[in-house]
């Protein structure tokens, strides 16, 4: 991280907790609010369920006491493991897992429990999940690192690495066996999809001293890195089969300032490459991107949510028609592009986390 960004991220922390606070839904004490449009709205679908673990692991390795944003932060967890059941929301078990650790709650057994999962039924789950949803759980297994969780363990790792097209070095975003709205762009994975089982695959090396998976992640980093853009972009879309980007944009903030730059740090941490250029590049597209405006605005906490394309919504189906039936979809002129004046929970929650581990070895229940 440069010196100025550095500065910059630590004088947004007070500004985090204050825009956490405000995230806080008072009738289910989740972190269910969000900015859209510019003004404070409910999130929407699991977000609640999946920013709040999120959220909770990135207070937890920022060294923030909970209580300066939420009563209590253990209560929160176990209810989040009755809402992963209720709401029928398993693909947020592994970050419930990690922010369990994180916060050193309750025995990961029992809250499995509550989540109503076993050893067991991890195992049988991993098919129906998205590749990003894996990944979530390979590091929430292994932020548990409960014996009799190993072999769910090393099967979610196993699930995860078939996902990988060893030619290409893109992960698909589904298995074969996963919901038919999954497997019909199976082949078209997006960002998220990579950078969450890089972070794993490191985690993994870190947990287990494997050198087999540092070397797997570090090839990976190779490619992610390979093909970023030139004013360091994460691109949204790659196809597994030829091991092209599909989709340029959207770009969000999110991949740019936490997502893309908390995996490279757990790569070098594991033993892998370094990627300070690009690390460096993905956060100068803040102030040096498609829309030639600064993204953060310092005096509110706000980043915003990224650089979309300037379309409608029939417009946007017929380009997503094009891209599951391989016929590409062409870039807009600059003039083309707008700016998504949104934030959630989940990109607080990863701010906090990524400028953490760039600043000081893990406290306990963190891998990095």
Known sequence: MTQALALRIETLQDLCIARLRDCLDPATGRFGRQIRDGAWAPTR???????????????????????????????????????????????????LLWANSALRATAPMTLLAEAGFDAADLVRLLPVLTTMETAWLVSGLLHAGVPALRPATIAALQELEARLNRETLVFRHCS??????????????????????????????????????????????????????????????????????????PVHALHQHSLAPMALRALALAGGQEHAVAVAASRAWLQENELGIDMVEPFSGIIWHGVEREEGAVARRLRQARLLAGLGTPEPAAAGFRLNREMRPCEWGWLLYAAAIEAGRPPPGHIV
């Not at 699991?46 to 990135?58: D, R, Y």
């Not at 999954?182 to 001293?209: C, I, T």
């Open 45 to 95: 679908g699991t977000e609640s369920l999946t920013g709040s673990a999120i959220c909770l692991i990135g207070l937890s390795r920022a060294g923030i006491p909970t209580r300066a944003v939420l009563d209590d932060a253990v209560g929160l967890c176990r209810r989040l493991a009755s809402g992963l059941r209720e709401e029928a929301c398993p693909g947020g078990l592994g970050l």
């Open 176 to 249: 074969d066996a996963a919901p038919l709205r999954h497997r019909l762009r199976r082949r078209f994975a997006h960002f998220p999809d990579q950078a969450y089982p890089l972070q794993a695959l490191a985690f993994a090396a870190l947990a287990l001293g494997d050198p087999g998976r540092r070397r797997l992640a570090d090839r990976c980093g190779a490619r992610l890195v390979a093909a970023q853009g030139p004013l360091g972009q994460w691109w949204w879309q790659h196809d597994a089969e030829s091991g092209e980007v599909a989709e340029r944009h």
